[in-house]
């Protein structure tokens, strides 16, 4: 007759308080991560946006604007919801764009065309204009260029080239196959109708001026 073998008895395995500390330690840890994240995540900034296109020197409405909420980094200056009436009046100093965010420099309240002033819109060509991108607020001269040993009215001349001093107020994009340049300049008023004639004419060079004007 065959003898049963009883199983082997399996004792239960003793857990150390040791290990159980550690284990709740780091569940804790665990948990402390995801909260320091799901805080960081709700760190979020009430911001102004532009929901509508508004030129260069356009009031700002407050249908104009819209607000957002996003996690903003401390270094982008952006204006804050709740600074938004203290914006609305005031012009846009640049080009703005709907879906941008709004910083203080995009707005001035200040006009663009002050008084004594004109704004004159000249379209030049590529090699009329300097190569670094035109900016509002730039200090330019406009420079008449005659043919060369020539006035306008056909005699020779060795007078020296006349400029107006002059304010980019905006400048457009280079148009598609011309790559003309339309910049709108504030001048005074008395340069104003010369500085259009000798837009009109072709004989008209924009140059930056110097930052102080000299």
Request: proline share 7%; no cysteine.
């Amino acid at each position: 007759m065959a003898t049963v073998v009883a199983p082997p008895r399996v004792s239960a395995r003793r857990r150390r308080p040791g290990v159980i500390a550690l284990s709740l330690a780091l569940i804790a840890a665990g948990g402390a991560g995801v909260a320091v994240l799901l805080l960081q995540v709700g760190n979020r900034t009430d911001v102004v946006t532009v929901v509508r296109d508004v030129q260069v020197g356009q009031v700002l409405a407050e249908d104009d604007l819209g607000k957002a909420s996003i996690a903003l980094d401390p270094a982008v200056k952006a204006v804050r919801a709740s600074d938004l009436e203290s914006v609305v009046g005031k012009r846009a100093a640049v080009e703005l764009k709907p879906g941008s965010l709004l910083t203080p420099s995009q707005v001035t309240k200040d006009n663009l065309v002050k008084a004594g002033e004109q704004l004159v819109p000249i379209g030049l060509e590529p090699k009329q204009i300097p190569a670094t991108a035109l900016a509002p607020g730039q200090r330019v001269e406009l420079v008449h260029v005659p043919a060369q040993g020539t006035t306008d009215s056909g005699k020779t001349s060795d007078a020296a080239w006349q400029t107006i001093d002059g304010r980019v107020v905006k400048a457009s994009g280079a148009a598609p196959g011309t790559g003309i340049v339309v910049v709108d300049v504030a001048t005074s008023a008395a340069d104003g109708p010369t500085a259009a004639a000798w837009d009109a004419a072709g004989t008209l060079r924009l140059v930056l001026a110097a930052p102080d004007g000299n």
